[in-house]
Nanobody, 124 residues
Framework: QVQLVESGGGLVQAGDSLRLSCAAS????????MGWFRQAPGKEREFVAA????????NYANSVKGRFTISRDNAKNTLYLQMNSLKPEDTAVYYC?????????????????WGQGTEVTVSS
């Protein structure tokens, strides 16, 4: 089993930056792809970014491309999401996910493990 714990969320103003972290523990050797998803109030959970085990393959939602950067440190079992130029529409609960798939898939069903989420609120 794998446990994922997110941190780094908070309340910021439009244009600010935040860095989210996701610490993985347990059977992390079984986890390859990792990703970030988000869910705004009243909306479905949506893909934000994903990264392959080596970090050589990344994938971003069009809405965050050029503003967000996903990275991982396998030695520390930690996933990151650097979020710059934040907008009010980025307000959501952000979830870390891990899966046994190769590559950087964008679909929720590709992921086997989920964190509890960290809340990000961007004020205008």
């Amino acid at each position: 089993q794998v446990q994922l714990v997110e941190s780094g969320g908070g309340l910021v103003q439009a244009g600010d930056s935040l860095r989210l972290s996701c610490a993985a523990s347990g059977r992390t050797a079984s986890m390859y792809a990792m990703g970030w998803f988000r869910q705004a109030p009243g909306k479905e959970r949506e893909f934000v970014a994903a990264i392959s085990w080596s970090g050589g393959n990344t994938n971003y939602a069009n809405s965050v491309k050029g503003r967000f950067t996903i990275s991982r440190d396998n030695a520390k079992n930690t996933l990151y999401l650097q979020m710059n130029s934040l907008k009010p529409e980025d307000t959501a609960v952000y979830y870390c996910a891990g899966g046994q798939r190769r590559g950087a898939p964008p679909e929720l069903y590709e992921y086997d493990y989920w964190g509890q989420g960290t809340e990000v609120t961007v004020s205008s």
